[in-house]
């Protein structure tokens, strides 16, 4: 009887792949960032006509003025606060080589967040804040940091914060790689996958300021500018490599590992589509 | 025949599907043995490793194999085949899924 039921479940769950499988209409395979990044924009303007674009960085923050008030008395006390003086003091500290973070960066990592992630036409691949980090760290001798909170959260708070109000500044050079780094990004954000069939866009374009929950869904334009977050869920800092990784965990999809290459992809589309938009980070949510 | 004999019938051969289908399904005849759990288990790994492959697991299917090992551990393999036979048919549909998406992520996009 068990097994049947078991069976049965799994049935209904194929079912229902099933019906959400049969395209609708299907877009362009020759992918135009530009116009798309205007589109992506337009959509989420076109949504919420009262949000300004800068705000959306605020995430659910943005999406109605009692929201809203909860984040400007937020901001009174940031919870981050803690993370980003640390952020800070390790970024100061010498390696034990004598180098620092400094060396490894343009403009000694200051107010340089708005460029990340970047292609590195001699990779041949994204490269992200996060990866960029734990490569100086090892270039330099130094063990790498895991990339989901902790010192790489108080890390790239504190170069964020050093960013605050500079818009997002993401190229995609004349290389054809890099078409294809952000197409494979687009398309690992509207793939459905885990055993609730969502996809990032079922949250973040389909239902921002929707309820998931008790929560508040935040709108997909904008929603990196404010990392890494202190989230009141996780009772801590979360890098963009945690929201990736325990947003396919919700949906019961087996996470990959931070920083694979379809993450680094990721990242690189939603970082290009809000471009423009002031970074925000470190950021707060619920 | 009137349309309420109808709905009578025709509720009554549902009915007799859905029975036929739980008892055809369920181990009522013969305990499994451990060699039935290698089976089914094996079988399910492999729809598993293949859907690692589509780079689309499923955390469901994981932790039904977890489930059919330690059923299997404590020597229970009704629940070891049972829970085995679960995580292949989660696996199979993790497969579907990552097949069916190859074209269908395309009706989602913002244009």
């Known amino acids: ?67 809203h008030r909860q984040w400007q008395d937020k ?29 490894c960066f343009a403009n000694q990592g200051i107010g340089i967040r708005q460029n990340y992630p970047y292609f590195d036409e001699k990779e041949g691949k994204v490269v992200t804040l996060e990866l960029a980090l734990n490569r100086c760290r090892e270039a330099n ?90 989230r009141s869920e996780w009772g801590g800092m979360g890098t963009i490599s945690r929201r990736f990784t325990t947003c396919n965990s919700q949906i019961r999809g087996v996470p990959l590992d931070p920083q694979s290459d379809e993450y680094r992809d990721v990242e690189y589309y939603l970082s290009y589509v809000s471009n423009g938009l002031p970074i925000s980070g470190p950021g707060a949510r619920p | 025949m009137s349309i309420i004999r109808k709905a009578a019938r025709f509720k009554f051969t549902v009915s007799l599907a859905t029975v036929l289908l739980i008892a055809g399904s369920a181990p009522v005849f013969a305990a499994a043995s451990d060699a039935d759990f290698k089976n089914a288990y094996a079988a399910a790994e492999a729809a598993n490793k293949e859907a690692g492959s589509l780079r689309n697991q499923w955390t469901t299917t994981s932790a039904a194999l977890a489930a059919a090992r330690k059923a299997a551990e404590a020597g229970d393999f009704d629940k070891a085949v049972a829970s085995s036979k679960e995580a292949e048919a989660l696996a199979k549909a993790s497969i579907f899924q990552a097949i069916s998406e190859k074209e269908a992520w395309k009706a989602m996009e913002i244009r």
């Open chain 1, 75 to 103: 901001e009174q006390f940031p919870p981050y606060d803690f993370s980003l003086e640390a952020g800070k003091e390790m970024f100061s500290k010498p390696f034990k080589n004598g180098k620092s973070y400094a060396d």
């Open chain 1, 141 to 230: 001798g130094e063990a790498p940091f895991s990339y989901v909170k902790d010192e790489m959260a108080a890390l790239t708070a504190y170069m964020a914060f050093t960013s605050r109000g500079k818009p997002f500044n993401i190229k995609i050079p004349d290389d054809p790689r890099a078409l294809e780094a952000y197409q494979n990004g687009k398309r690992y954000f509207y793939t459905r996958r885990g055993q609730l069939n969502f996809s990032c866009a079922s949250c973040h374009v389909q239902n921002p300021g929707e309820r998931i929950r008790a929560e508040v869904l935040a709108p997909a334009i904008g929603i990196l500018n404010a990392m890494p977050i202190y």
């Open chain 1, 1 to 67: 009887m068990r097994s049947a039921i078991h069976l049965s479940s799994a049935a209904l769950a194929l079912a229902a792949l099933v019906l959400t499988a049969v395209p609708i209409a299907v877009a362009a395979d020759t992918p135009d960032p530009v116009g798309e990044a205007r589109a992506f924009q337009k959509f989420f303007t076109d949504k919420f006509p009262k949000v300004k674009l800068e705000d959306f960085v605020n995430g659910p923050y943005s999406m109605n003025e009692d929201m």
